[in-house]
């Protein structure tokens, strides 16, 4: 998973405070893909972004989840009023621009909510 | 978002033996990926698969690419207790200068030493 860099890897927050989880993506890369996973189970998608665009966010809860990819400066997930529910892995993932680029994932971050 | 149907969903295998899962669609892809993850780790790029019929080889892992472009297969040969883990496929769209990737279920899989 050497490139993408996710942190910080674990996060405890209480319920009704914000979490921020960050990414910085391979060197060279513009795209970013946000997932959730919860344990014994797949990847789901949550947002795809681009330098200052977002592309696709059909995946992320309307309410509460917003998703940002500087122009400088890593990407940015961030739940605001974090309930038990969203305690979860999230994973980011970065790809080349262009068709066929496969994406490479970062170690993620664990979060934890009390 | 729409998942691949990945089997099998499990499988426990004893050390030596050879692994076949597989992924299938009711769409066609332009790109199919396998990717395997630890545990408490981010999934890592296993083998990538660009054209159908394309048989590629990394190690002791083969892939293919189907011809409908529906579909691919990976095998493992001799497994090793360290090919522990799971296994996701994922198949790859492009159109309107943006790429579309759907995810496997994943595949669990357990080796007896």
């Known amino acids: 998973n050497a490139g993408v860099m996710q942190n910080p890897r674990h996060l405890v927050r209480r319920r009704g405070q914000e979490a921020r989880l960050r990414c910085s993506p391979m060197?060279?890369?513009?795209?970013v893909y946000w997932y959730r996973q919860l344990p014994e189970e797949g990847l789901k998608f949550m947002v795809y972004?681009?330098?200052?665009?977002?592309?696709?966010e059909s995946g992320m809860p309307k309410e509460r989840f917003s998703a940002e990819f500087p122009k400088e400066g890593p990407s940015i997930l961030r739940i605001q009023q974090v309930v038990r529910g969203d305690s979860a892995a999230y994973f980011c993932?970065?790809?080349?621009?262009?068709?066929?680029?496969?994406?490479?994932f970062g170690d993620g971050t664990r979060l934890s909510i009390l | 978002g729409q998942q691949l149907n990945q089997s099998p969903q499990s499988m426990f295998i004893q050390e030596g033996e050879d692994v076949s899962m597989n992924c299938t669609s009711s769409?066609?892809?332009?790109?199919w990926l396998w990717y395997k993850q630890d545990p408490g780790e981010g999934p890592v790029l296993l083998i990538a698969?660009?054209?159908?019929?394309e048989l590629t080889s990394n190690g002791r892992l083969t892939a293919q690419f189907g011809i409908t472009r529906k579909d691919s297969f990976l095998n493992i040969s001799a497994s090793i207790p360290s090919d522990v883990g799971i296994y996701f496929c994922?198949?790859?769209?492009?159109?309107?200068?943006?790429?579309?990737?759907?995810f496997g279920t994943g595949t669990k899989l357990q080796v007896i030493p």
């Open positions: 993932a970065s790809s080349d621009r262009g068709p066929n680029q496969p994406q490479h």
């Open positions: 769409s066609i892809f332009n790109t």
């Open positions: 698969l660009y054209k159908a019929g």
């Open positions: 972004l681009q330098k200052e665009n977002i592309i696709d």
């Open positions: 060197k060279g890369h513009s795209h």
């Open positions: 994922a198949g790859l769209t492009y159109s309107g200068g943006y790429q579309k990737v759907t």
